[in-house]
């Protein structure tokens, strides 16, 4: 009995101790099946991206920077334009605003370029001039945008009073031309026309420096139109005219920054290869060969006087087709560079920009 007991004891603790050292049992757990894709359920939309901006097109309100240094907020698109200078009203043709003129600069009928681009805007309300602008008359055409010379700057104050916006542009050199023409194009959603503008330009420009390098520069006495003792110095855009057609400014040490008045005595001390005449002149180039007080300068004595040519418009001024002016001086100053190059980029410029047939004489300027 005591033998049983024992063994039924030593059993019991051998199944004991088995079951405590036995490791625990594992979970599993049976993924859940992946559910089998319907064919005929519809894509799953990638997400819609924003569509980039158009940089040529403007979103108002827009800031622009004029030339006096003035940020000018213009809330919608101009319809109604006013342009109280000839170069402004010049380019706002060029960019195809002519449409939205409601009134220009005084004396508009004695400009050929809007006779052969744009009549209609000749019978436009007048606002003045560069020295006397008509403030009324222009704020009863309710312009919603108006364009003037920087020299107008005192009126801008009493437009702004009326809530008509402004913008001031003042083009006196090569650089303040191209922005001048960057401003307008922002201001006026035409920043695809002012950008091809500029492209003409500087592909002209571009050209004409490769064609006249290492070629010597002749030196240039430019007058103006008021008189023969009156030229233009280093601060005016015609210094960029005759350095880019590749010539040097005999005027080059005057510090005026306008039409400067000089003396005979002046002249013959420069002695300049050339004497050239505004397109404009109220004075000709025979007068000027024929004046005794010049029979020994340089210029006169070899024939070199010669006027810029103005059958469609001065190109001696900063006016959108400048260009075009150094490019026919360039044909003076250097035989060599030949008529063609300037006549060819005359005919692809005006019908490009302003819709006609322009005919310039490759003889305008020699024949005075």
């Known amino acids: 009995m005591k033998k049983l007991t024992a063994l039924l004891l030593a059993l019991a603790l051998t199944l004991s101790l088995t079951a405590c050292g036995a490791p625990a049992a594992q979970s599993t757990q049976t993924p859940a099946p992946t559910p089998a894709s319907d064919p005929t359920a519809a894509p799953t939309p990638e997400p819609t991206k924003a569509p980039e901006p158009d940089p040529d097109v403007i979103t108002y309100p827009v800031t622009v920077t004029d030339q006096l240094g003035r940020d000018v907020v213009i809330e919608a698109q101009p319809e109604r334009l006013v342009s109280g200078y000839y170069i402004s009203t010049s380019l706002l043709i060029a960019l195809g605003l002519e449409d939205k003129l409601v009134g220009v600069e005084a004396k508009a009928a004695s400009r050929n370029i809007y006779q052969l681009s744009a009549p209609e805007i000749i019978d436009l309300p007048s606002v003045g001039t560069a020295k006397e602008f008509d403030l009324e008359g222009c704020a009863a055409l309710e312009p919603d945008l108006v364009i003037l010379p920087a020299k107008l700057k005192d ?40 950008q091809a503008l500029l492209a003409f330009h500087n592909e002209q420009l571009s050209a004409l420096t490769k064609d006249l390098a290492g070629l010597e520069a002749p030196t240039v006495y430019l007058a103006s139109n008021s008189a023969l003792l009156s030229c233009a110095g280093p601060e005016m855009y015609q210094n960029d005219l005759i350095e880019q057609a590749g010539g040097a400014n005999a005027a080059a040490d005057i510090t005026d920054d306008y039409w400067a008045d000089v003396s005979y005595e002046q002249i013959l001390a420069w002695d300049p290869d050339y004497i050239i005449l505004a397109a404009d002149a109220e004075y000709t180039v025979e007068s000027v060969l024929e004046d005794e007080n010049l029979q020994d300068c340089a210029a006169v004595k070899n024939g070199s006087v010669f006027q810029f040519p103005n059958d469609v418009e001065a190109w001696d001024s900063p006016v959108p087709s400048a260009i075009l002016g150094s490019m026919w001086l360039a044909s003076i100053l250097h035989p060599e560079y030949g008529a063609s190059n300037w006549q060819d980029a005359v005919t692809e410029y005006y019908q490009t920009f302003y819709g006609f047939d322009a005919v310039v004489g490759a003889a305008a300027g020699a024949e005075g």
């Open 155 to 194: 009126v801008i104050p009493s437009l702004e009073e009326l809530g008509i916006a402004a913008i001031a542009v003042n083009p006196e050199d090569e650089a303040l031309l191209e922005e001048a023409v960057a401003i307008l194009g922002e201001a006026t959603n035409t920043v695809a026309q002012a």
